[in-house]
């Protein structure tokens, strides 16, 4: 059975900072691209960061220099650091196979609010 479970998130004040993790199980985690996706009431879900097999990250452009993406495959985990947060980057954040379709399913995600 798949499961993706995020955490780290919070509220924080404009030009904080937050880690969230993500523990996958019940696939290989190994050989799956990650990408962490957001999402806020009545838009569509988006890619804000992937990271390849390799370790290798990509980044939408309105996060990129403050975003932070990384992997452990021996902890199943994925990471986004996350830095010079402001009220935008405010969402529910979910962590899933890039492209989600492989996996076929979302975890709970975390909310992440950025308030003065």
């Known amino acids: 059975q798949v499961r993706l479970v995020e955490s780290g998130g919070g509220l924080v004040q404009p030009g904080g900072s937050l880690r969230l993790s993500c523990v996958a199980s019940g696939i290989t985690f190994s050989i799956y691209h990650m990408g962490w996706y957001r999402q806020t009431p009545g838009k569509q879900r988006e890619l804000v960061a992937a990271?390849?097999?390799?370790?290798?990250?990509k980044y939408t452009g309105s996060v990129k220099g403050r975003f932070t993406i990384s992997r452990d495959n021996a902890k199943n985990t994925v990471y986004l650091q996350m830095n010079s947060l402001n009220p935008e980057d405010t969402a529910v954040y979910y962590c899933?196979?890039?492209?989600?379709?492989?996996?076929?399913?979302w975890g709970q995600g975390t909310q992440v609010t950025v308030s003065s």
């Open positions: 899933n196979a890039d492209p989600p379709s492989v996996v076929g399913y």
């Open positions: 990271i390849t097999t390799r370790g290798e990250p």
